[in-house]
């Protein structure tokens, strides 16, 4: 076997991978079985779970990072122009610099549209919500961007390798496909040997175990010394034509991703990893509960030996019937075990609600009591969503940039003459957070404002245009459709001060005129 081939970087690159394997699977029982099963596991096999608070909180989680981090009606990324070229563009244009800027910017926003356009027509958000999902529980997720305006595809970690070096960056990245044997020799353009059959049939791994009818495809990338990546996709130790490429990182359509990147290793860890132990003993309390109300809810009665009731007589007697006998010849077992099994109920529910703050649902944030404000209620939502904070900053890193470049470039090949000096900024994720802050610092400012000055003389002190222009930019709103124009807010006050006068005049003009038409 070739040494350089992506089939045997595969092999090496497996054997660091297992412990991550291991611990992804562990993380997929107590959560989503299906997430991450096994190798050669069918969903037959899968486990069945006692409670559900781990999936739902997964399901919950993955849903507030995806609408966080890639909202569906606002950009996640901003064009910006660099703070030298922005001088230089004021320099050269003068007293017109204004205009050219605004210009410049409202182009830089069509671009942004369309790279939200594109992220949402070309099916990446199905694939992120998956990935995020594999992020949360195992912590590992690769994106793949498959050519011929296919759909992006997400594969866990059973199906591709990563190498990195000490500093977290990417050297290598291998992803495992099936792909059957007839489309195999179409794209080699020839047959296949024995010898190439029996080197990647028997690797591929498939629901219930091997097929012999389903090849080995092989799609990856690695660095050369210049920085750049070279890519190529690769059957039997044999690449393909037409595949083989050197691009650069941004552009590399292999996209492993990290939840929780640890120093010193190519994968990650995910956020179920961190409450991992509360989870195993709910499912164990769980479990627990749930057999021993299965035995507590079988009704068996006993009769006292040499009695006069007749057991037969009982057993066979319909609802509501009446019998001869002695209510103590038959009595009811009983486990009495009520007061322990209350015990492990508590339990149950104290772990319940603590896994439910650690995945942000909505059944944690409203206390037990008779009222309870709505205030408080935001209150304690922003106050777990803040506790997200630093998983947003990572999440920047390792899941938001190589998407939003990746796009970028994309819509730059598209687009020429977009200079280097346009780049992308994420405007979501730990920048949302931060505009949510901004926005409840004005409201809090506001309300202590209202308390302490008189509603008449508040316009005196207040510039009500800039409070309602930042409240609009921390909450994400176009300033323009909703905010006046200063020419708009001129042309309303000398309306309004034409309409004072007219008012206050008005009875005087009416009896100056009035004496005019009146007999001399």
């Not at 190498?163 to 007839?182: F, S, T």
């Not at 750049?228 to 552009?251: C, K, L």
Request: include cysteine; hydrophobic fraction near 40%; proline fraction near 6%.
């Amino acid at each position: 076997m070739n040494p350089t081939s992506l089939q045997s970087q595969y092999r090496l690159l497996e054997q660091s991978r297992w412990e991550f394997l291991e611990a992804g699977h562990k993380c997929s029982v107590l959560t989503i079985p299906s997430v991450q099963p096994r190798e050669n596991m069918s969903r037959t096999e899968l486990p069945h779970n006692f409670q559900s608070v781990g999936a739902r909180g997964v399901n919950n989680l993955r849903s507030k990072l995806m609408l966080s981090l890639f909202p569906p009606t606002l950009p996640f990324m901003r064009l910006e122009m660099s703070p030298a070229a922005k001088a230089e563009i004021v320099a050269e244009s003068g007293e017109e610099s204004a205009k050219v800027v605004s210009e410049i910017e409202a182009s830089l926003q069509l671009l942004e549209q369309q790279a939200l356009s594109e992220f949402d027509t070309e099916g990446w958000r199905p694939a992120l919500a998956e990935a995020m999902r594999l992020l949360v529980v195992t912590g590992n997720a690769l994106l793949y961007d498959r050519p011929g305006g296919k759909a992006p595809v997400t594969a866990d970690l059973r199906h591709y390798v990563v190498d990195r070096d000490p500093d977290n960056r990417l050297r290598a990245v291998i992803l495992r496909q099936g792909i059957g044997r007839e489309d195999a020799e179409e794209r080699l353009g020839h047959t296949l040997t024995r010898e190439q059959m029996a080197s990647t049939a028997s690797d591929v791994a498939t629901e219930g175990g091997a097929n012999k009818d389903v090849l080995d495809l092989y799609t990856g990338a690695r660095r050369t010394s210049t920085g750049r990546f070279e890519f190529w996709q690769e059957i039997a130790g044999e690449p393909i034509e037409g595949t083989m490429r050197t691009v650069s990182e941004d552009d590399l359509p292999l996209m492993p991703l990290q939840f929780c990147p640890i120093y010193g290793y190519s994968y990650g860890r995910g956020f179920v990893e961190d409450v991992q132990g509360d989870l195993l003993v709910l499912e164990q309390i769980s479990r627990a509960l749930a057999e021993a109300a299965l035995v507590m809810s079988k009704v068996i009665f006993l009769a006292r030996p040499g009695s006069a009731t007749k057991p037969a007589a009982i057993a066979k007697a319909p609802n509501g019937s009446v019998r001869v006998g002695d209510p103590e010849d038959i009595g009811a077992v009983q486990a009495n075990k009520g007061g322990d099994l209350m015990v492990a109920y508590q339990k149950q529910n104290d772990i319940a609600m603590s896994l439910s703050k650690a995945f942000l649902l909505n059944s944690s944030v409203q206390r037990a009591g008779e009222r309870v404000t709505s205030e408080e209620i935001r209150y304690v939502a922003q106050e777990l969503e803040d506790a997200l904070g630093n998983t947003y900053a990572a999440l920047a890193q390792t899941v938001q940039r190589p998407i939003v470049m990746y796009l970028f470039n994309r819509i730059r090949k598209t687009i020429p003459g977009i200079p280097n000096e346009i780049q992308p900024v994420i405007a979501t994720g730990l920048e949302a957070i931060s505009r949510n802050h901004t926005a409840m610092r004005i409201q809090q400012f506001l309300g202590a404002l209202q308390q302490s000055i008189p509603p008449d003389q508040l316009v005196d002190y207040v510039r009500f245009e800039a409070v309602a222009a930042d409240m609009a930019t921390a909450l994400n709103l176009p300033k323009d459709q909703y905010l006046r124009t200063p020419e708009e807010l001129a042309a309303i006050m000398q309306q309004r001060q034409q309409q004072q006068a007219v008012e206050s005049l008005g009875p005087e003009m009416l009896r100056q005129g009035a004496q005019q038409q009146s007999p001399q």
